[in-house]
């Protein structure tokens, strides 16, 4: 399987300009062949926990119809960070997956950054699985990856590919990424990694997508912020500017 982080740049709460732009990032990564994508978290509308409630989404939304018809039609896997509803209770911060066959699921942020729960309400699930291609990939978004127990539990579950969408600083980048790194040695899986491209919610990305073979070997990664591919397979890895 060749799969890609899609380091991207949001347009802050403008949902239909950001569909539009995951479009354009699809189309250059199917041009790659890639066959799973993952964007960063909250690729759908920025990190702007404060505008989260106005711009909560259903997975099914009819704006987010053009995502799920350019999955099947390019037969790719992709998953986007988009602000979910909750019956009754604060919106999540969620990752929802696109499949080829034209099914859609959502998975929900577990574990939480400090602050964030007076703005969004933690996911139940600990692990969502998706089988890629034979291929058996685990989500998790930002603050998830922080806890080892989340990882530990995508393993359990006999993930290969450990996908993250993120939202990741300079200050934080080596911390952050040397447990990923360190996940992939210890848990025996690969792991992707989906930073934003540029600055979003007041937060300055560090930019630097990476993936990392399972063993911990660091595959490739993003030479710093803006808007690329990261794209890996098993010959290896590339780094593709957008314009």
């Not at 989906?194 to 007041?202: E, I, K, L, M, V």
């Amino acid at each position: 399987m060749r799969y890609a982080a899609a380091q991207y740049a949001c347009a802050p709460l403008d949902i239909a300009a950001n569909v539009t732009r995951h479009l354009a990032f699809i189309d250059a990564a199917g041009a790659a062949g890639v066959q799973l994508l993952v964007f960063p978290e909250l690729s759908l509308c920025g990190y702007e926990l404060a505008g989260m409630g106005a711009s909560a989404l259903k997975a099914d939304d009819i704006r987010l119809a053009p995502l799920r018809e350019r999955a099947a039609s390019a037969n790719m896997t992709i998953v986007v960070g988009a602000p979910l509803t909750n019956a009754g209770a604060l919106p999540s911060i969620g990752a929802i997956t696109y499949h080829p066959v034209g099914r859609t699921s959502s998975y929900r942020k577990h574990f939480l950054h400090a602050g964030e729960e007076q703005h969004v309400t933690a996911g139940s699930a600990i692990s969502q699985l998706h089988d890629v291609r034979g291929t058996r990939v685990a989500l998790a978004i930002c603050a998830d990856t922080g806890q080892q127990q989340h990882a530990h539990a995508a393993a359990v579950a006999g993930a290969e590919l450990y996908a993250a969408g993120s939202l990741i600083s300079a200050g934080g980048y080596d911390k952050d990424t040397g447990q990923l790194a360190g996940y992939a040695k210890l848990f025996g899986m690969a792991v992707l990694m989906a930073n934003h491209a540029h600055a979003s919610g007041g937060y300055q990305s560090a930019g630097r997508s990476a993936i990392w073979a399972s063993g911990g070997e660091l595959i490739v990664a993003a030479p710093g912020p803006g808007e690329m591919l990261v794209i890996a397979d098993d010959h290896g890895g590339k780094v593709v500017a957008l314009a």
